[in-house]
């Protein structure tokens, strides 16, 4: 009995402890702020339409955002005809027809964004030998989330004497410092629509704040039922305890 107990001790303490990269690679993230923190955030959806060019001219000849449909685009606060030209853009693969021969149409809101790649074996092989993995979770799959892919875009640097990291190739905040991805992003590298400049920091805080979108679309609404909830509960309670002090008056 004793030793199942501490058995079940013992799990529920691996339970709490965080994962953490191995010692020594730890690099402290910085901090930014998102206008989606907190318990009123809410997404800028400006920045995520910049964010949508970055991933569209920069990222998508690489990543893939398979869980992302053009459609949702209308979260973005685009309008069904925007979004509808968005997806005409692209030439999807469509079929079988009624002879059986797969065809070409342009994209319709109902598709997903399209793969760069054929196969991962593609994807591995045009870069060297490491696939860039999909984005559409990618906010929620790594600690730190958008901050960290924000600080991923920015912490490119030269490699410290003495490492045996090819030039270009050494990220500050990547685990281990060697990525397979070069720089994707340079200045001016997208031209905004909106006439913001196109810095690095500002492509990478935008791409970054669409991502997380692309990973919770429902966090305004998760969010603003929690408050819902919270202000039921407030009112419940007082109501309770009113109600609580009338019974309990006429018991005494
Ligand atoms: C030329 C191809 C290419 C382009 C363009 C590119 N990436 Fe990557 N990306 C890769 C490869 C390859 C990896 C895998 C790196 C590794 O594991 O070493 C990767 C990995 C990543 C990762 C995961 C890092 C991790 O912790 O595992 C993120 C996040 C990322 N890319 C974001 C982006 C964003 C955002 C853009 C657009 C601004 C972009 N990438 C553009 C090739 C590319």
Excluded at 27 to 53: H, I, N
Excluded at 88 to 95: F, L
Excluded at 215 to 240: D, N, Q
Aim: proline share 6%; glycine share 8%; aromatic share 12%.
């Amino acid at each position: 009995m004793k030793k199942i107990l501490s058995g079940l001790f013992a799990a529920a303490l691996g339970c709490l402890t965080v994962p953490a990269f191995a010692a020594g690679d730890a690099v402290k993230l910085p901090s930014y702020d998102w206008s989606f923190e907190g318990v009123f955030g809410t997404y800028d959806k400006a920045s995520m339409q910049r964010g949508l060019q970055v991933y569209k001219d920069v990222c998508a000849g690489c990543h893939s955002l398979d869980l992302v449909a053009m459609r949702n685009l209308l979260d973005l606060g685009y309008s069904a005809d925007e979004v509808k030209a968005f997806a005409a853009d692209y030439t999807v693969e469509d079929g079988p027809n009624g002879e059986g021969e797969m065809f070409e149409r342009a994209g319709k809101p109902s598709d997903y964004f399209p793969n760069p790649f054929p196969n991962e074996q593609a994807a591995a092989a045009s870069n060297s030998g490491k696939a860039p993995p999909d984005l559409s979770l990618m906010a929620k799959a790594r600690v730190g989330g958008p901050t960290y892919i924000r600080a991923l875009l920015t912490g490119y640097e030269d490699t410290p004497e003495g490492l045996d990291i090819e030039d270009g190739m050494y990220n500050k905040y990547f685990p281990g410092h060697q990525i397979a991805m070069a720089s994707p992003l340079y200045e001016e590298a997208v031209e905004y629509s909106d006439g913001t400049p196109a810095t690095i920091d500002q492509m990478a805080a935008d791409v970054s704040h669409f991502l997380m979108w692309a990973a919770e679309p429902k966090l305004e609404a998760r969010k603003s039922t929690g408050i819902k909830v919270m202000i039921f509960l407030i009112i419940f309670t007082l109501v309770m305890y009113a109600a609580k002090r009338k019974v309990f008056a006429k018991v005494h």
